[in-house]
């Protein structure tokens, strides 16, 4: 018996220890299943990160655009562009352009919008600025449709009435004479007043008075045909009537600008002759205008001495004899602080003098024609034509005018009249310093590798290769925004004649605004929120704005070739502006460089390369839109230089301690030189509609966006490399091949 027990209790202790075995392997593959589950978590979360980080450049997006089917070698834009313009067929209505530069736009504008809607931060900046007061009335009055449409035109009413006095005008007709253009301005006909920037050698200042032609209000050449003049004809006759109609139901009389006591008949009759007198006078202007359009000078010659006059010599040479302005009384009262001083012997930058020329003769024939009714007529057209704009649904929607609504009044206004303090708003918000710092460390390798360029150029003497480099040191810069923002006592003096009240219209709002904005000093400023880089010639002065520090440009996630494709080849681009075609001019201090200073060898020699340049886009562009490709060639030289500086300038980068790894998976397909060509060319996708290109040939100084991308590219050896083009392919064409730097 005692030892049929024994071996139960050995059997049984066996069994447990099997058990215990199972149990402990059992655990042990939980355990292992655990821990695997665990790791594929962790690494479905870091994916999720990275394909986070993927999506603020549209790296995803960019795996939709990139057509890695089509050959790089015979057009790299559509390469990598293919899926941005396939799946942007359709613009929205409204659109006439989507590209990465409206994107960053319409992110820039809801950035802003969120801004001006938050009630707490009114609140806070309100106690801080009264401007900042000032500006939230005016985004709020600009939004107030409803308003707009309970008071109709009265505003405009009583806005001519104070500026030409009572109703019943008869025997007082309206001269162009300072006094109604010191009321008036700057609702003013025939010429423009402006601020602009002083290149002289011998001008202590940066800034001028500029005055060039006025177009005429309609912007058309065609009035002369019978379907425009109609149709034109048609609008003027119902803005008229809706004018009188608003003044006799609110004021019980006749607009100010109408004689008094008129019956219908007469009334008819009235519109009638202010109608064709406005026709008139619109069709010779258009005609004097497309004649000599071509004669406005381009900046880079305002250095000639002929088109500088003293202020005393303007009204003899540019109004007829019976005509006398006093332009020194006239910029004494409307001009903002910190302009130049200004007297009889003030020289005034004058652009257009053929067509300013015409337009006394014009002047000189309607203040005859008519008994002086033509010119009369015309001059209160002037005071009527801009505020249009601005009234109720029945004008701007006669008009086709922009929309007050959120996006309409902060692109069209608010940015534009209160963009120092708008901007304070936006970098205190959006802009990142880490990524300043960031892109300023890129801009210091731009500058190395741009001196490497001019170093490496055999066209060049030394002695223009020593003043090249002097430039490029001194060359100033404003990575994100502009630190005068941070000036209070100068932005209050630029404000100072800002004056908008609680009770007052829009309208009233619109012209004070108008009157004191309109000649700021020029100064080297532009609000961080824009979506661009530029370049200023007057300054020697680069600046890349806080709107544009954004995918596909920059991001502080991308690789190292991403952002130099991006935000460092725009860095580049913008340098090389001071080494163009226009720049080469222009000094370390933005002076003009003297005739005899000009180095005539290599000027021959930049003239062949320039020529180059003009052949090869006049070859590659549509010349039925732009005949010439002469007009881009500043940009033509820029994007040249800018990519070959870039990519340079990522080499260095690369053989520093601060290379980035390539934390973008889906690029892994690609080496670091492709990865830097695609990120280049993926900033330039964009889709147009015919009109829309029609408009950017004539209006726009850069090419077209495939151009801008695949002549460039196919320029430059290194991108024929890094993608194993051939020699003859399209992207590397070894007939002509294009370099300035």
């Known amino acids: ?129 009264s401007l900042f007061k000032q500006m939230f009335q005016f985004y709020d009055s600009c939004l107030n449709n409803q308003s707009r449409e309970e008071i109709k035109s009265q505003p405009l009413l009583e806005f001519i009435e104070k500026i030409i006095g009572g109703s019943g005008a008869v025997g007082r007709l309206r001269k162009f004479e300072t006094e109604w253009i010191l009321k008036a301005f700057p609702f003013v006909p025939f010429f423009d007043i402006e601020t602009t920037w002083d290149v002289r050698k011998e001008s202590l200042e940066k800034s001028m008075f500029m005055l060039q032609p006025k177009s005429p209000f309609s912007f058309s050449n065609n009035l002369w045909k019978d379907n425009e003049r109609i149709n034109f004809e048609n609008k003027l006759k119902k803005i008229l009537r809706y004018l009188i109609d608003d003044s006799l139901e609110i004021n019980k009389k006749l607009p100010a600008f109408m004689e008094s006591g008129l019956n219908e008949e007469e009334i008819n009759l009235n519109i009638e002759r202010r109608v064709k007198n406005l026709i008139l006078v619109e069709q010779k202007m258009s005609k004097a205008f497309e004649k000599y359009s071509n004669t406005l000078q381009r900046f880079s010659n305002w250095d000639e001495p002929e088109l500088y006059l003293e202020l005393g010599e303007i009204s003899s040479l540019f109004l007829p004899s019976s005509i006398s302005i006093d332009f020194v009384k006239i910029l004494n009262e409307i001009a903002s602080e910190g302009n130049p001083l200004i007297n009889e012997k003030t020289k005034i930058l004058i652009l257009g003098t053929e067509i300013l020329k015409e337009y006394r003769l014009i002047i000189e024939w309607a203040g005859n024609e008519d008994g002086g009714n033509v010119l009369s007529d015309y001059l209160d057209w002037a005071l009527i034509w801009r505020i249009l704009y601005e009234l ?200 003009r460089i003297e005739e005899k200073d000009v180095d005539k060898e290599m000027n021959k020699k930049m003239e062949e390369k320039f020529e180059c340049f003009i052949e090869q886009y006049n070859n590659y562009e549509n010349n039925k839109l732009r005949p010439s490709t002469r007009f881009t060639l500043s940009e033509n030289i820029a994007d040249n230089a800018g990519i070959r500086a870039s990519y340079k300038a990522w080499k260095l980068f690369t053989t520093s301690p601060k290379k980035i790894k390539n934390l973008n998976k889906s690029l892994n397909q690609f080496t670091d030189e492709q990865i830097f060509f695609i990120g280049n060319a993926f900033t330039y996708c964009s889709v147009m509609t015919e ?40 992207m590397n064409n070894n007939e002509q091949k294009c370099q300035l730097w």
Request: net charge positive; with cysteine.
């Open 392 to 591: 109720d649904f029945r004008f701007s929607n006669l008009l086709n005018s922009y929309k007050k609504d959120e996006i309409g009044c902060v692109r069209n206004f608010v940015r534009i009249y209160f963009k120092h303090w708008l901007d304070k708003l936006y970098v205190e918000k959006f802009v990142d310093k880490k990524v300043i710092g960031q892109i300023e460390n890129i801009f210091s390798f731009i500058k190395q590798s741009f001196g490497q360029l001019i170093n490496e150029a055999n066209w060049i003497g030394d002695e223009s290769k020593n003043k090249a480099k002097i430039k490029l040191s001194k060359m100033k810069q404003n990575i994100g925004y502009y630190k005068l923002i941070e000036d209070l006592i100068f932005l209050n003096k630029l404000y100072k004649k800002y004056k908008i009240e609680e009770n007052m219209s829009w309208i009233e709002m619109f012209v004070q605004l108008n009157r004191n904005y309109y000649l700021w000093p020029t100064i080297d400023y532009q609000a961080s929120f824009f979506v661009d880089g530029y370049y200023k010639w007057a300054f020697n002065s680069l600046a890349i704005y806080g709107g544009i520090m954004h995918s596909p440009w920059f991001d502080p996630a991308f690789p190292g070739p991403l952002n130099f494709g991006g935000i460092g080849t725009l860095l580049g681009h913008e340098v090389s502006h001071g080494f163009d075609s226009s720049g080469f001019h222009f000094d370390e201090n933005g002076d």
């Open 691 to 730: 009109e829309d290109k029609n408009n950017y040939a004539k209006t726009d100084n850069h090419a077209f966006p495939k151009a801008r991308v695949n002549l460039p590219l196919s320029n430059f050896q290194a991108f024929a490399k890094a993608f194993e083009c051939s020699s003859g392919t399209k």
């Open 1 to 129: 018996m005692g030892g049929g027990n024994c071996r139960g209790i050995q059997k049984n202790k066996k069994i447990f220890i099997f058990i215990l075995i199972i149990l402990i392997i059992l655990l042990l593959f939980l355990f292992l299943f655990v821990f695997i589950f665990f790791i594929k978590q962790q690494i479905d979360i870091d994916n999720k990160k990275e394909e986070k980080n993927d999506n603020l450049w549209g790296c995803t997006y960019l795996n939709c655009s990139l057509n890695t089917l089509l050959d790089p070698c015979d057009d790299f834009y559509d390469y990598v562009c293919y899926g941005f313009v396939k799946n942007t067929s359709n613009l929205p209505e409204g659109y006439t352009r989507k590209s990465q530069f409206n994107i960053l736009w319409e992110k820039s504008y809801k950035e802003i919008i969120d801004l001006l809607n938050n009630k707490e931060l009114r609140k806070e900046k309100i106690l801080d600025n």
